[in-house]
């Protein structure tokens, strides 16, 4: 039997591949998920490391009823945050969360990201805001993610990671990627003195050009 879902699938895979690749997962934590039309998400399952995670055990889940749909496996415990910011924002197509190790650790001492370089503003759109703690799996999560996003690309969770957002997985997943290399940098940086802000010239010309790019 042909599976309607198996491009959104594989896009979810590849990319959840990508992430752990890139060392912003270990094991199976964090998750990836995108649209898969209208009423449906596709996202990693639970509990299946990504280097023997299979395309097929992506799991579609309607977004309305929580419930997996022609699916094999679980969908990932963090579903009801990634439902809650779908429901809420249909400008949002594709949502990674992480627990890389710079960013955890900005979420551990809940400290937000500040622009300490210009792509920060370029990709992310500013400074990356701590979220109030909830615990995970919990709708709360996502709704106290909601609070902190505002138009940003990306927030950081109290005690937990990351979520980054995009209108597809290939700008969810490179927000990711650049707030943990700029988190790297900035908590390097804070062992050695505090890093000087940019002038308000930068910060103009990078928020024009991040909203550029969120339209296009």
Do not use: K
Not at 148 to 161: P, S, T
Not at 193 to 198: F, G, I
């Amino acid at each position: 039997m042909s599976d309607r879902y198996a491009e959104v699938r594989h896009d979810v895979w590849l990319h959840a591949r990508q992430m752990w690749e890139q060392g912003l997962a270990v094991g199976s934590a964090g998750n990836v998920s995108r649209r898969a039309d209208d009423h449906h998400i596709a996202i990693t399952p639970t509990s299946i490391p990504y280097d023997r995670m299979r395309t097929e055990e992506i799991v579609i889940v309607d977004l309305a009823s929580g419930e997996a749909v022609e699916s094999v496996a679980p969908p990932s415990g963090e579903l009801p945050m990634h439902r809650v910011v779908y429901q809420a924002r249909p400008d949002i197509g594709a949502l990674v969360h992480t627990h890389a190790p710079f960013i955890t650790t900005l979420s551990v001492l809940r400290l937000p990201l500040p622009p300490i370089i210009d792509e920060m503003f370029l990709h992310l759109g500013g400074t990356i805001e701590v979220s109030d703690y909830a615990f995970t799996g919990t709708d709360a999560v996502g709704e106290n993610a909601l609070a902190a996003l505002g138009q940003r690309a990306g927030v950081i969770l109290a005690n937990h990671g990351n979520l980054c957002v995009g209108r597809d997985l290939d700008r969810a997943l490179h927000a990711a990627i650049v707030m943990e290399s700029c988190a790297r940098v900035y908590v390097q940086a804070l062992q050695i003195a505090p890093p000087a802000p940019l002038p308000l010239s930068a910060e103009e010309a990078g928020l024009r050009m991040y909203d550029e790019r969120r339209r296009r």
